[in-house]
Every structure is written in C-alpha cells, then in structure tokens.
C-alpha cells in the first residue's frame, strides 16, 4: 500500500508548538482531534493531487471530489483589467477552491491574502499570501499586501474574515471588513461582487452560537470545517458574478465601512435574484 505524507500532522505541530498548552495536550484528546478534523482524508486529497500546485491543485480536489462550480453572470467580467474579487463565505472551504477556479476562468494569475495557517499545505502557496488574522502582521507582510494590490494580479478577498454564522435565523456573513475597499481607493481597482451558495450543518451553527451565548471568544467551531467540507463533495457550488464598481464611486458620501456594508448587502440581493 502506497504510504501517504502527512502534510497535515496535528500530533507533530503541537509537540513542535512554542505553546506550552498545546505540547501538553493529552494523546487521546490529540487522537479525537485528529478524527474531527479529518486528517487522514485531507492528507489522502492532498496526497492525490500531489504533483499539482495553485490552480492546478485546486482544479484537481474539486475533480477528485465531484464538485461543479456552475458561473452565472460571465458576461459581467471584462477581458482585461485589475480587479478585487469581493465574495460571500459561506462554507469555508469549497466556496474558496470555487472562487479560485471560477476566477482562473478568466485570468491566469489570482492571488488571495489569507490564514497564514493555509501555508501548511504547499500546493496552495502560489495562490495565497499568508497573513495573521489573529493579530497585527509585520511591516514586511503589510509591505508584500500592498505589492500585491499594485500588481496585476486578480485579488480574491473574503471580507468577512471569517465564515458565515446563523444570524437570526438568517445564513450571512457577519459585517464585512472595509479593508478591500480602501485598498481599492488606494490601488485604482475596481471591484467585482461575487456571490457563492452553501452552507454548512445544523451542527455547526449550533457549536457556533453556543460558544457565542457562553462568551467564548475562540471561535471552537472552526475545527468542524474539514469535516463540513468532507461533506460537501459531490455537489454543484453555484458563483454569481455582478458588475464591476469602479473605485471612483467610494466618495465621501460614506466613509469606508459603509461602502464596505453596501456591497455586502448587493451581494446577498444578487444571491436572491
């Protein structure tokens, strides 16, 4: 039997972890750790599409696990130009790998400031640019997120920074971050509402607003993410595409964050039409 790399080896990275919490966690709870994020399945995946990177590699999971990505609204993206593609994150997960290849149908060269943590998984190095969402990032980090917004590369961005939660009911994103549009003042980028479908268990909004009820500010539910995502193979993730907005529209009329909100709520609508 072929012999499958850990890529992803909880047990090793908390023995190896300046946290002295971490090296001290039990076996057994490392063990249950180990099955909730579905390490095995996601170094098997990983393993299957090993000798492909960027695009490629992400081409090949949403293969492997028989997920479609179905565009609408094609005729909304130019041919050429520098864009902010601005998304929806309902999942966490496969809207991500769906947004990447959605985009790469278009431009070859795409890029998305992103969990640092991702950089575990080095097939995804080329289209991702680490960042710490945890905290304040290094002047050379801040400095390679600026070269990137000048450069002409396409940008994939999730406002949110985090996935989508159960709000009154209601599967959104939280408020959006207005991050992406002061870039785009800042880097003349127009950009693109993008609208993704999905959602995950009952179960993790559930874990979710419990932690919220309790005052738990980690975000515990998180670690369900590769399982959710586990169960999302076999299905049709649909992208709707809008119009650009030009970033000479972000007057001062509103300051940035409520640009930032008005976008979020033209994505949701495209999402219902």
């Known amino acids: 039997m072929e012999k499958i790399e850990k890529v992803i080896d909880i047990r090793s ?9 971490l ?4 076996g057994f709870m490392v063990t249950i750790l180990e099955k909730l994020i579905c390490q095995d399945e996601m170094n098997a995946t990983i393993h299957r599409s090993r000798d492909k990177e960027g695009i490629a590699f992400i081409k090949d999971v949403l293969e492997g696990w028989k997920v479609r990505v ?19 994150h309902p999942v966490g997960g496969i809207d991500a790998l769906a947004f990447y290849s959605m985009i790469s149908d278009f431009f070859p060269d795409v890029m998305s400031p992103t969990n ?28 390679k997120i600026d070269g990137l917004f000048e450069s002409d590369i396409q940008i994939m961005i999730f406002p949110s920074g985090e996935v989508s939660r159960k709000i ?9 971050q207005k991050t992406f549009i002061t870039k785009a003042v800042k880097h003349r980028r127009d950009i693109i509402p993008v609208h993704i479908t999905g959602r995950n268990s009952g179960l993790f909004y559930f ?7 309790l005052g738990i500010k980690m975000y ?15 299905s049709v993730v649909t992208v709707t595409v809008g119009q650009p907005i030009s970033y000479r529209l972000f007057t001062n009329e509103k300051n940035h964050h409520g640009w930032a909100q008005e976008i979020r709520d033209a994505v949701y609508k495209m999402g219902a039409g």
Do not use: C, H, Y
């Open 116 to 143: 640092e943590l991702l950089n575990l998984i080095p097939n995804m190095r080329p289209v991702m640019l680490g960042i710490n969402v945890f905290g304040k990032n290094t002047r050379e980090t801040a400095s």
């Open 13 to 21: 990275a908390f023995k190896k972890s300046n946290s002295k919490l």
């Open 207 to 213: 874990v979710a607003n419990l932690r919220k009820s």
């Open 220 to 234: 515990i539910e998180t670690i369900l993410l590769p399982r959710e995502m586990m169960k999302q193979r076999n």
């Open 23 to 26: 090296r001290s966690v039990p």
């Open 168 to 176: 009154k009911g209601v599967i959104s994103d939280p408020v959006w």
């Open 70 to 88: 179905n565009i609408k609204g094609r005729e909304n993206i130019p041919a050429s130009g520098r864009f902010i593609f601005a998304g929806n």
